[in-house]
């Protein structure tokens, strides 16, 4: 679990600035991005950096708050540790990051000094308004069982049996189920399916109060490295 107590980082004055902090503290990522979606939230807003090169899915969230900036690294699904995926038995075959999305995320939340309200308000506009995920799963369920998730990006990766594909989306399917049925999601966890990026996100929201901000993520992966069979 994380919780936001004191800030360690910088902040930077610019979007170029935090990106090539980024681009040197993760140097596997691809440095011709460009801006292709932005959501301005009163004093805060969030842009999505894309490379030019279709092939490479690696990309960047810069954060702005008060014309202060931090960018954080948004890697495809090649690089496992740093979704750090729930029941995921897939090779790692490509370098490690030495990060999580989870512990990127409170460093910016850290810098930025956001408040829980704000917190709140910017984690649910980068599931909706920047990735477009989706959510009330427990009404979607039909998505994860017995299904395989084809990925148009499977050049990129080691191929995997799709009866393992298959049984990996079964786990996520079991595991909304069991929350849905507990009332867990009630309670401040919430599920986000990235169909784009082959993921599913749970955001658990464990504060006591509007203003404390003390979470955990959790990343599912469902796309499955392998063709589609043809009859």
Known sequence: MISCKENKNLSFNSQKESVSFVLEKFPMIDKNLTAVRKIDLDSLSITLLQTSNKRIYDEVLVFEKRNKFYAIPFFSNM??????????????????????????FLSLVK????????????????????LHTENNLNNKLSFFQNIIYY????????????DDCEKRTNIVYEQIYKDYNSKKIMMGSEYFL?????????????AKNYNEIKFNIKTYRIDCYTYPMTM
Do not use: C, H
């Open 79 to 104: 690089y496992a540790d740093y979704w750090n995926f729930e029941s995921d038995t897939q090779p790692k075959l490509f370098p490690k990051t030495n990060s999580t999305f989870e512990k990127e």
């Open 194 to 206: 990235d169909k784009r990026n082959g993921r599913v996100y749970r955001f658990e929201n464990k």
């Open 111 to 130: 810098t930025l000094n956001l408040t829980g309200e704000e917190f709140n308000i910017l984690y649910k506009e980068l599931m909706f308004s920047i």
């Open 151 to 162: 990925s148009s990006r499977v050049a990129k990766y080691k191929q995997e049996e799709a």
